[in-house]
């Protein structure tokens, strides 16, 4: 138990570090071939920070606890939602690009319906069990090729660039040679991976010390917990003016988490659903949809501290229901 919260304690440590890695390798590489920071921040930094639930999710279905597997997913798209794009808006304004806004958000939507359709076997077939089985998984991935077909092709065409808001020179991104890029990069990954690992078990030992269910602790602690990578590396790269990495970061393990994350982890081992989390599934296409009109609100294209408090406030309603729900 002691062991365990010691590595809770240097998990935080990796974290941070390995998102600040993970960023300055990314943003690298972004300046010197000309990619943009919202193409980077949808495949790498999103498959970085995703790594933390595709462990979870795989392990949790294999070891017979479903609800931490699905809860661990569902839950860590809300922190990613509300709790770090809020965050980070209130530390930094967010520009966000019309591509995010037209295309990247709803795509994350789609991500979401798609996985509500696939695992309610029994409320649209009439029969059951409720399972996400090896061919959803399948219907998921393909759907994850598409998405990635689609970030690939961001670096084919002029994306529309909002002006940037103004950088100190301590923040300008650093233009790194190759094997010192690819580097920061694997050693950021590496970082957040471990991070994540450590800081997920000490929080499960603890949780499960207190008798909760597997279901709340995959919707609060776990997923919380598998979220800090997105948190670190959202805030670093709004810190370093990437904005639009921070968003990418968000939407793009938003999208790995529900197709590529759980579309894997079935494939390992069917996962069980328990019809439950339907309601957590509404509330999160509903807090999807409202990304949109708050990004209007304002300054338009802008997530500003107002809308960042506004974020923060409906994730702290949602753990009180959790709480009260149980």
Known sequence: MILKIVLFVFGFIFLVKGA???VEGASSIAKKYGLSAIMIGLTIVAFGTSLPELLVSALSSIGGSP?????????SNFSNTL???GATAIITPIIVKKNTINKEVPFSLLAILAVGFLVNDLLIDGQGPNVLTRIDGLVLLLFFIVFIYYTFSLTKEKVNVLPKLKVSKEEEIKEYKNVK???LVLLGIVGLYFGGEWIVNGAVEIATYFGLSEALI???IISIGTSLPELAASIMAAKKGEADMAVGAVVGSNIFNMLWVLGLSSIIFPISYNSTLNIDLILLVAITILLIPLIYV??????TK????????IYAFYLIFLGIRG
């Open 298 to 303: 304002g300054r338009k294209n802008v997530l």
């Open 306 to 313: 107002r809308e960042g408090i506004i974020l923060l406030s």
């Open 67 to 75: 609800d931490i597997a699905v809860g661990n997913i569902i839950g």
């Open 218 to 220: 995959g919707l609060t």
């Open 181 to 183: 890029s690819i580097s």
């Open 83 to 85: 709790l770090i794009l």
């Open 20 to 22: 600040d890695f993970l």
